[in-house]
């Protein structure tokens, strides 16, 4: 037996109000769209400049063209003999100790202070105090070079050289630079830890 189906209900008019894609609406998508990209594009353009450091690496070309040079330099350095003692500022109270090596702090690591006087003694051979050098303390920063600060020493007399010093705490590499009438006599680096 045959069966029948029941006819499909007429198609009428839809309830509500049909929505139309015009000229505005697409215009106003894009605007959204090309707004939000180049916001998310200034947020990530302006953290990336204010936390790059501006680490700088010099070529390995030019390192190997500085490496004789500066192996010449280590030998006449330690042909001189100097002793060279750099003694950073410290917490009241503490007790002197000298590292091995003689550079850095003079007390316990964790006493050196971020701010105030350091001294730099420097004597010959013999153990003479040397006057009329150029001293240079750079301290340079691991990891950001924009903190890093390079403080020129005062001749004191009697072979000592001083500056005060003001870095936020945290490590640093110390590098200690003498020269005599424009000449590189000495140079030191070494890693320290300020409080």
Request: proline share 6%; aromatic share 4%.
């Amino acid at each position: 037996m045959p069966t029948t189906m029941p006819s499909p209900a007429p198609v009428g008019p839809r309830r509500g109000r049909e929505r139309r894609l015009t000229g505005r609406t697409v215009l106003l998508c894009l605007i959204g769209f090309f707004g939000a990209v180049a916001a998310v594009n200034v947020v990530m353009i302006r953290a990336a400049i204010s936390t790059h450091g501006g680490a700088e690496k010099i070529s390995s070309y030019r390192a190997g063209l500085n490496f004789a040079r500066d192996r010449e330099a280590a030998e006449a350095q330690k042909a001189l003999g100097w002793q060279v003692d750099v003694m950073l500022p410290h917490r009241a109270g503490t007790v002197g100790l000298k590292p091995a090596g003689g550079h850095g702090c003079l007390v316990p690591q964790h006493a050196c202070v971020a701010t105030g006087a350091t001294s730099v003694s420097v004597r010959d051979a013999q153990g003479r105090p040397l006057a009329g050098l150029e001293a240079t303390l750079v301290l340079a920063h691991p990891t950001d070079s924009r903190r890093d600060r390079s403080i020129p020493l005062a001749d004191r007399g009697n072979g000592i050289y001083e500056a005060d010093i003001a870095v936020t705490p945290g490590n640093w590499n110390l590098d200690l630079d003498i020269e005599r009438n424009g000449e590189q006599m000495f140079r030191s680096s070494s890693r320290v830890v300020l409080n």
